[in-house]
């Protein structure tokens, strides 16, 4: 079993739609988490980051985190074509500096 | 794009030839790292390097080496290319070794006929 799963869809939604992706993970040890955008014959990106459950806004985003299910998500509001790409969960345990990502949902947005 | 190139961005090499890969930062970070990206695995670490001359393995180390004699250099070699090492290869940099931030190259994108 893999310590972070992320279903890699592809996900298809009309442009103006709330967009939910999400991961669930293993290791308790997890301490941030974050998101990463990655375009099309890009390098992933950071999009946003958090530290203890709950929601943090950026913009049109908001990342969301239980530590009790194990489960984060990340919302995207309005969603744009431009929104298009594959978005990565990531994790990171600080006991051995070591960032584990998930494998990625590839999205859509359909003008 | 932090200040990180990868070089090449494409190649197509045979199996059994030694490969290398650069990724040059001008970020002065001390942290630099060699990522693959497969379908279906994600993004999986190779290899990884604190400092010069310091490096140590990752996740999926079998068949790769690297070295870094410049802060600003990481080199990762293929000793002799397989099929199964067909994959997009990313180099990445931080900061710090905890930092929940790394900012990667383009990538370059190796098939191994």
């Known amino acids: 079993q893999k310590e972070v799963e992320q279903d890699p869809g592809p996900l298809s939604v009309p442009e103006g739609a709330i967009v939910s992706l999400n991961c669930t993970y293993s290791n308790s040890a997890f301490q941030y988490f974050m998101w990463y955008r990655q375009y099309s014959r890009k390098g992933p990106e950071l999009l946003m980051y958090t530290y203890s459950s709950g929601n943090k806004e950026d913009g049109r985003f908001t990342a969301q985190v239980d530590k009790s299910s194990k489960y984060i998500s990340l919302f995207i509001r309005d969603s744009q074509p431009s929104d298009s790409a594959t978005y990565l969960c990531?994790?990171?345990?600080?006991?051995?500096?070591?960032?584990?990502f998930g494998t990625g949902t590839r999205l859509t947005i359909i003008p | 794009d932090a200040g990180i190139t990868q070089s090449p961005r494409h190649k197509v090499t045979e199996t059994g030839t030694p490969v290398t890969l650069r990724c040059h930062q001008t970020e002065n970070h001390r942290y630099m790292y060699w990522y693959r990206q497969d379908p279906g695995h994600g993004l999986r670490l190779i290899h990884y390097s604190y400092g010069v001359k310091d490096t140590d393995k990752g996740e999926v180390s079998d068949g790769y080496s690297v070295s870094r004699s410049k802060t600003e250099d990481f080199l990762l070699t293929l000793e002799s290319a397989t099929s199964s090492q067909t994959s997009v290869y990313f180099c990445?940099?931080?900061?710090?070794?905890?930092?929940?931030?790394?900012?990667f190259g383009p990538g370059t994108r190796l098939t191994v006929t």
């Open positions: 990445a940099i931080s900061e710090s070794g905890s930092s929940y931030e790394q900012y």
């Open positions: 990531a994790m990171i345990d600080f006991g051995n500096e070591k960032l584990t």
